[in-house]
């Protein structure tokens, strides 16, 4: 996957049209709902500056074109993919006006109302977290939900989820994929699989969620990928036979998660990893991880529906998962990638 001067260019040239395209989204999303905005001056921490972001985006871009040229994955440079990414604008500029009055009143209970007679979903699951129309729970949340999430971030939210990678890329080497298997707890819409599937398509690999809408999209998303699978099911209770997963990995869930939730979670994980395998977290930066982001940490769960965000922000993880043996974090702008290994079984001591 040799890399050029032009290349680089490119590179540098998308990745700065996508956050002025994503930036200027989230923009007009701030100022509909500018009265909700004063959170930000609320912050216990200092809010960084424009100048501050944009640096640590800088330093985000610069690691991932180096991860590209180290040949971890190919130059990200996909435009006509990109193009039709952005087309998404018009939904999601069409549902600022919800999003925004759902904002003001606080209101997270519609996707709660519309799934009541739905017995299997908890109902911790069942708001409209981010305030976002339908919660995870509608065809239309799941069309939009990339956008969204790629607008909050500024357009930055791909290259940091690519950073999750990283570890994965390193476990993989000389092994053979087709005999690994990975498992994404809480893929969404596949965002991170078809990443995944487009550098190793040999891997096996498991989408797994609670939201059957985001599924089907996910679905969708890896229709010509092989070797994949889906599962409708909570993450605290996955239908996975005991040390049958190589790579567990885990993007954006975990602050959506009640504590005892998030617990169980972690127990399940550290059940479903084979000894010896490898789990990422993919999740917010946590209080300390990046201090001059502090604020926004503040900031975050004030602003969009995130009712777990705080508790999460605090947690020790690798208490959390002490199932599995904390081997070391990454901070990619914000986002920490977390890595842990499943302890190889004990050799029997004489
Ligand atoms: C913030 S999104 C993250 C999606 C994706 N991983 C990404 O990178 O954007 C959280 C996802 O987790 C799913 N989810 C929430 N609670 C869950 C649970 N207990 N078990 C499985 N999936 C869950 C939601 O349906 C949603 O798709």
Partial sequence: MATSRAQQLAFAGLQTARVAFYGAHYLA????????????????????????????????????????????????????????????SIDYLRDIPEVVNRQKRHGHSEAMAKAAQDKKLPRYFQQNFHYQTGGYLSEDSAKIYDFQVEALFAGTAE????????????????????????????????????????VQPELNVTALDLSAPYLARAKR??????????????????????????????????????????????????????????????????????????????????????????????????????????AGDDVAYLTKISVFEKPKRNSRKR
């Fill in 29 to 88: 999303a701030r100022l509909a709902g500018r009265e909700s905005f004063s959170a930000i001056e609320k912050t216990e921490h200092p809010v960084p500056s424009l100048a501050t972001m944009a640096r640590a985006m800088t330093e985000l871009f610069a690691q991932d074109w180096k991860n590209a040229e180290a040949g971890l994955y190919p130059a990200p440079l996909n435009i006509l993919k990109e193009a039709r990414r952005a087309l998404a």
């Fill in 159 to 198: 290259a940091m989820r690519r950073r999750a990678y990283v570890p994965i890329a390193e476990y993989l080497e000389g092994r053979d994929p087709a005999k690994a298997t990975l498992l994404d707890i809480g893929a969404g819409t596949g965002r991170f699989l078809s990443f995944v599937k487009s």
């Fill in 221 to 326: 998303a890896l229709r010509h990928a092989t070797r994949t699978k889906f599962i409708e099911a909570a993450a605290e209770d996955m239908p996975l036979k005991d040390a049958s997963v190589d790579i567990a990995v885990s993007i954006y869930l975990f602050h959506e998660l009640p504590p005892k939730v998030r617990a169980a979670a972690a127990k399940e994980i550290a059940r479903v990893l084979k000894p010896g395998g490898l789990f990422i977290l993919a999740d917010t930066i946590q209080y300390g991880d990046a201090p001059e982001f502090d604020g926004l940490i503040d900031a975050f769960p004030e602003l969009l529906h995130e009712p777990y965000y705080k508790t999460y922000a605090r947690t020790d993880l690798a208490k959390l998962f002490g199932g599995v043996k904390h």
